[in-house]
């Protein structure tokens, strides 16, 4: 069990926080951080320790890698580790007056609108739908051929995420013009955009085009909606209960604000999940011996009932572990950023006001001191006896800690599970391809394309009827 250094007990002079060697004048380390970020990171927290601080441009970083340092940001007031400084490149996607636009407490209460969304009759719906839709993918591909499996996967989770999280009626549109906006909108999540996020590039006029016409879609839902008089007859989905939702004060809700807190649930519960879908496979595919494991879990869990639930889902260890593990080896989101508004005490150090503190998930998965042969993929570490995940709380990041923590973490790990359960037990894949290495151009990273992979249905026949 790691422990947690006691912090200073007398009152002293903080110690400089080492550099990171290697800037460039004004540049600072840019170019390193463009060509490779996680290497960067490692190199610094190999040579400098849990935390260090290194320029991009003009801007200020520290780095706090491993537990201790997870615990001491984690759990940062948001007074000093602010994350809406940080994150307003978001504004332009989901709009004006939500998530990372407004004042904390009104977030808090927009957060808790989602919950409804997250209960156990609302789950069992949402493994239903992740059966059926990656059950229709299933059927369309026919006995063989080949898929690009980040395109597959992305397509795949906005079906399941645009049905499950905010209505049939958007699910209808998928096809209709929905999925190209809303991929245009994921576009403009990138590196500059974080920077500058209203500069006229391109991506950004094509990322602000898309949020028109993706308003106006669910302006016409809500509006068709509003006509249908016997309250029995309305959808029961997220978006009905955002219609009939109301702040502390009373308020209703306005249909901006409706169409962006369904944009910042449809963005948690898709776009990083068709990343740790896509790595999923991948690793899978390379571990025959743990996917024979994971048809074995399959047909003992599905066999006499021939559908999938809720229930077996969660008693899917085998493939809940292997989801767990490429959390661990390829997380979506790389580095987590907050804005230090006051000092920041850690151990002998104290990071100034202005810094932007930062945490890589994709450094503090391969710690060995935490996670023994930490580059190989090894579900079974998060069996017993291993268990290394409960070292502690903070050993795993991959979808953030503290105030912050993703609230949709059980919805995106059940979404892989069951995409993976399915399409294994239909099909033999092979990769096509090398072993891809991460896109460190995007902000959520998947691996560099293309990526294909060719598969063939089994003749077994499947478990599934």
């Given amino acids: 069990m790691v422990q947690l250094r006691s912090a200073p007990t007398a009152m002293r002079e903080p110690r400089p926080i080492p550099d990171l060697d ?26 400098l320790g849990d935390l260090y601080q290194f320029k991009l441009g003009p801007r200020g970083f520290a780095l706090f890698a491993g537990p201790e340092a997870h615990d001491a940001f984690f759990n940062a007031p948001e007074d000093q580790l602010n994350a809406k400084a940080v994150y307003q490149f978001t504004v332009p996607i989901f709009g004006r007056g939500v998530a990372y636009d407004v004042a904390p407490q009104i977030m808090d209460e927009q957060l808790g609108f989602l919950y409804p969304a997250l209960r156990e009759a609302a789950m069992q719906k ?55 906006a ?18 006229p590039t391109p991506a950004h006029r094509s990322r602000d085009r898309a949020r028109r016409q993706v308003a106006d879609l669910f302006s016409g839902i809500m509006t068709s909606r509003r006509q249908i008089e016997d309250a029995a007859d309305r959808p029961d989905d997220f978006m009905q209960s955002l219609m009939e939702a109301a702040y502390s004060d009373g ?27 896509t790595w999923t496979g991948l690793e899978l595919l390379r571990a025959t011996e743990y996917v024979g494991r994971v048809r ?50 850690f151990g002998d150090y104290e990071v100034p006001a202005g810094a932007l503190a930062m945490v890589s998930p994709a450094v503090s998965h391969r710690l060995p001191e935490l996670f023994a042969e930490p580059d190989r993929f090894n579900p079974d570490r998060f069996a017993a006896p291993a268990r290394e995940d409960k070292q502690h ?68 026949g499947s478990v599934f009827r």
């Fill in 251 to 277: 308020r209703r809700l306005s249909e901006d604000e409706i169409t962006g807190i369904l944009l910042t649930v449809l963005f948690a519960g898709q776009h990083t999940s068709a990343v740790l879908a």
């Fill in 182 to 199: 809303y991929h245009d909108l994921q576009k403009g999540i990138n590196t500059l955009g974080f920077f500058l996020p209203r500069l």
């Fill in 393 to 460: 709380p903070y050993a795993l990041i991959g979808f953030g800690g503290g105030k912050h923590r993703c609230m949709g973490k059980h919805f995106a790990e059940m979404q892989v599970k069951a995409i993976w359960t399915v399409l294994l037990d239909r099909f033999e894949f092979d990769i096509d391809t090398e072993f891809p290495s991460p896109n460190y151009g995007s902000w959520v990273t998947g691996p560099v394309t293309p990526c294909r992979l060719r598969y063939r249905r089994r003749a077994q």
């Fill in 126 to 180: 949402f493994a239903r739908i992740m059966f059926e839709e990656t059950s229709q993918l299933a059927d369309s591909l026919g006995d063989s051929g080949a898929i690009d499996l980040p395109e597959t996967m992305n397509q795949l989770t906005v079906n399941i995420a645009s049905r499950s999280l905010i209505g049939q009626e958007v699910r209808d549109q998928v096809d209709a013009g929905f999925a190209d």
């Fill in 22 to 47: 290697g800037g460039a004048p004004l540049l600072g380390h840019l170019w390193e951080f463009q060509r490779d970020p996680v290497a960067m990171l490692e190199r610094g927290r190999r040579e």
């Fill in 296 to 345: 074995d879990e399959t047909r003992d869990i599905y066999g006499d009932v021939g559908e999938m639930s809720l229930e077996g889902l969660r008693q899917q260890l085998t493939m809940e572990h292997a989801v767990r593990e490429c959390e661990r080896l390829h997380p979506p989101l790389i580095i987590l950023i907050r804005k230090v508004l006051k000092p920041m005490p």
